[in-house]
């Protein structure tokens, strides 16, 4: 079931299996992803790290995931692209900008107790009912079944994960280091930079990282460098000073020394492997 408005907005649920698995792998700018599986047994690579996946449990991504479903025997898959959704509540804990998709380094996984489920089945039903509605309240109805069921999962989140361990406020600045990571990483490559973006301390911001028991801000920085030199290597044919250029470094020296230092091999050995 699909809802798309007259600017290009657009709101999708559907049911996947093997039949249809490629409708999870297609990539897509400004667009917004769940995956909630309904059966055990599926297997997604995402980021060239492959992920086992059991019923009732949900992932969450973000237009910059590399996604690879190998196998989904059901599941349930939910897609919006910003234009829909990010023009309510654009700096909100459930926004485009939510800790679902920016909170953390790493994928966001749920894994929703019982009552959960049900809570968030009942939902998800009435979302699916709502795009039987073409009126002139579609639009508006099918954005609040959006954002019952994101605030339902952030609420799943953010009981399992350690943001209880800080403030609102802390959790807006990790939302905003990430997704300044996201938008930056290819020329700044240290935390004063982002400290200076978001006007607090590098101090600050590591001390909120560490309430949360995650990877220190600089490992977030040059984990998403690595993660993009890891796809240009194993998928384009471009030299690898080419490769560091695009990334921020001036000289393949220093890039060459930066990813053997945090892969372990040097950046010719890794793409001969």
Not at 46 to 72: C, M, P, S, Y
Not at 146 to 166: G, M, P, W
Not at 218 to 239: A, C, F, G, S, Y
């Amino acid at each position: 079931m699909k809802f798309t408005g007259n600017t290009n907005e657009y709101f999708e649920i559907l049911n996947i299996d093997s039949s249809n698995i490629d409708l999870v792998n297609k990539q897509e700018d400004g667009v917004l992803s769940m995956l909630w599986f309904t059966e055990d047994n599926n297997t997604v690579l995402i980021d060239t790290v492959e992920h086992t996946f059991n019923k009732n449990q949900i992932v969450f991504f973000t237009q910059f995931n590399n996604r690879l479903a190998k196998q989904i025997q059901s599941a349930k898959f939910l897609k919006f692209n910003t234009p829909f959704y990010c023009i309510l509540d654009h700096d909100s804990e459930v926004s485009c900008k939510g800790i679902l998709f920016y909170g953390s380094s790493n994928i966001p996984i749920l894994n929703p107790n019982e009552e959960d489920i049900n809570i968030l089945s009942t939902v998800w039903q009435m979302a699916i009912n709502e795009f039987k509605s073409a009126d002139s309240l579609q639009l508006e109805m099918l954005q609040m079944m959006l954002k019952r069921i994101l605030i339902l999962c952030t609420r799943i989140y953010q009981a399992q994960d350690n943001f209880s361990e800080i403030d609102k406020g802390q959790v807006d600045i990790v939302r905003e280091f990430n997704y300044l990571v996201e938008q930056h990483f290819k020329t700044k490559h240290t935390v004063s930079e982002y400290a200076e973006l978001l006007n607090k301390s590098p101090k600050t911001i590591s001390n909120i990282f560490g309430k949360l028991k995650s990877k220190s801000p600089l490992q977030i920085i040059q984990n998403r460098i690595m993660l993009e030199v890891r796809r240009m290597l194993r998928h384009t044919d471009k030299p690898i000073s080419e490769i560091g250029y695009e990334v921020g470094f001036n000289d393949v020296q220093s890039f060459s020394r930066f990813f053997k230092k945090n892969e372990g091999i040097p950046p010719t050995e890794f793409r001969s492997s």
